[in-house]
């Protein structure tokens, strides 16, 4: 087989989906040595990836992703290379290409909780980009060959939102991204990270961004019921891109009193991401929609308890591996974080459960079921 995949959006900056992409070719490399795979980049990642495999070659495809340029220039781009199949990462399939596709969906989070809220733009082009997110999914849908998805959640949600059949469908979970090799305690003491983030323990951790639908408004609620019932400060740090949403969240907590409570690192780099999570009392996930949850994976891995809302996919990657509260209720989550905060038997058993269940997850499985899919792709 000669495989395209488009990996514009490969690495970090990319957030999860960059962070797939990445993952996917590079354990592609390692466990298939029989298909031609041709990796379509943008300048910054065609400079950083470097094909250690006979079988992989790079090719330049400069385009911004979401835009009209590569609904107009990839699908030649694409063409020229004579595909069997074309593998896109993400739901902003090529229109005009004519090939073989898969698709990888990862949410239809924008599609169920993408109202005027979670938009900086005007009005008028808000709902022009939203007619088009809604006709690219369905086109991604119905041309696609095969169907990817993170987890059974996405896939019952995509079959029942499109009508497609679930057999189209396939799951293959992801895994964590960090482990330990990155940090080396003979390099900087965990004392130094916390800070040069001018944080104090003991603090809850939150990775990822700051939509609407991350539902950290109702965190930040939670630790401020918490700290007032307590009468000892518990921080929140929020790791992630500082961006519009997270400003609207500092005037929420400025006007709720809560801000004392939280820290704000920015982006941070993974060495410190690692400091950060394995400092913590918990990770905590309140989001109302993820489609696999990343973060969780890598904190179980790195043996920090998880707590996290009963929601979307998040039981079925954290299993019983995590302490679950109700996201729509701030009280109840503020209960969650004082059991794990004050009881080191509940913590010392998410820990090991976590350990566990983070087994289960690995990059190199999902690129050999990956490769399955492909052939089940050319055959459909």
């Known amino acids: 087989?000669?495989?395209?995949?488009?990996?514009?959006?490969?690495?970090?900056?990319?957030?999860?989906?960059?962070?797939?992409?990445?993952?996917?070719?590079?354990?592609?490399?390692?466990?298939?040595?029989?298909?031609?795979?041709?990796?379509?980049?943008?300048?910054?990642s065609f400079n950083l990836y470097h094909p250690i495999s006979k079988n992989f070659k790079k090719v330049l495809a400069d385009i911004p992703w979401y835009g009209a340029e590569e609904q107009i220039a990839l699908p030649a781009l694409f063409s020229q290379e004579n595909l069997d199949l074309l593998h896109v990462p993400h739901f902003n399939v090529?229109?005009?290409?004519?090939?073989?596709?898969?698709?990888?969906?990862?949410?239809?989070?924008?599609?169920?909780?993408?109202?005027r809220e979670t938009s900086t733009l005007n009005l008028g082009l808000f709902l022009i980009k939203r007619a088009g997110l809604e006709l690219i999914l369905k086109q991604s849908v119905s041309r696609?060959?095969?169907?990817?998805?993170?987890?059974?959640?996405?896939?019952?949600?995509?079959?029942?939102?499109?009508q497609v059949p679930k057999s189209k469908?396939?799951?293959?979970?992801?895994?964590?991204?960090?482990?330990?090799?990155?940090?080396?305690s003979k390099e900087k003491k965990i004392e130094n990270v916390l800070e040069k983030y001018r944080i104090s323990s003991p603090y809850f951790l939150y990775?990822?961004?700051?939509?609407?639908?991350?539902?950290?408004?109702?965190?930040?609620?939670?630790?401020?019921?918490?700290?007032?019932?307590?009468?000892?400060?518990?921080?929140?740090?929020?790791?992630?891109t500082k961006d519009a949403f997270l400003e609207k969240l500092v005037r929420e907590a400025m006007y709720q009193g809560a801000l004392k409570y939280l820290s704000l690192t920015g982006q941070v780099s993974d060495?410190?991401?690692?400091?950060?999570?394995?400092?913590?009392?918990?990770?905590?996930?309140?989001?109302?929609?993820?489609?696999?949850?990343?973060?969780?994976?890598?904190?179980?891995?790195?043996?920090?308890?998880?707590?996290?809302?009963?929601?979307?996919?998040?039981?079925?990657?954290?299993?019983?591996?995590?302490?679950y509260f109700n996201p729509q209720d701030s009280r109840e989550m503020a209960k969650s974080l004082k059991k794990v905060l004050t009881s080191e038997k509940i913590r010392s058993r998410l820990t090991k459960a976590g350990l566990s269940r983070a087994k289960d997850f690995s990059w190199e499985k999902m690129a050999r079921e990956t490769v399955k899919i492909y052939a089940k792709a050319l055959k459909s």
């Open 207 to 240: 990775v990822g961004g700051f939509y609407p639908h991350k539902n950290l408004s109702r965190l930040i609620e939670a630790i401020k019921i918490l700290n007032e019932e307590l009468g000892q400060p518990a921080q929140l740090v929020l790791v992630g």
């Open 94 to 115: 090529p229109l005009l290409y004519r090939g073989k596709m898969a698709v990888t969906i990862h949410d239809l989070t924008m599609l169920k909780f993408g109202g």
């Open 144 to 162: 696609s060959a095969t169907i990817i998805t993170p987890s059974k959640f996405v896939k019952d949600d995509v079959s029942r939102t499109f």
């Open 1 to 44: 087989m000669r495989i395209g995949i488009d990996g514009r959006i490969w690495g970090s900056s990319g957030r999860g989906v960059g962070r797939y992409v990445q993952n996917l070719v590079e354990n592609l490399e390692k466990v298939d040595k029989k298909n031609e795979y041709i990796i379509f980049l943008r300048q910054g």
């Open 271 to 323: 060495a410190d991401l690692i400091d950060l999570y394995r400092s913590a009392t918990a990770y905590v996930q309140p989001s109302l929609s993820e489609g696999f949850g990343l973060p969780t994976v890598e904190a179980m891995a790195l043996g920090v308890p998880v707590v996290q809302a009963d929601a979307s996919s998040l039981p079925e990657i954290a299993g019983a591996a995590a302490l």
């Open 169 to 184: 469908i396939f799951v293959t979970y992801e895994a964590g991204v960090l482990s330990g090799k990155e940090r080396s």
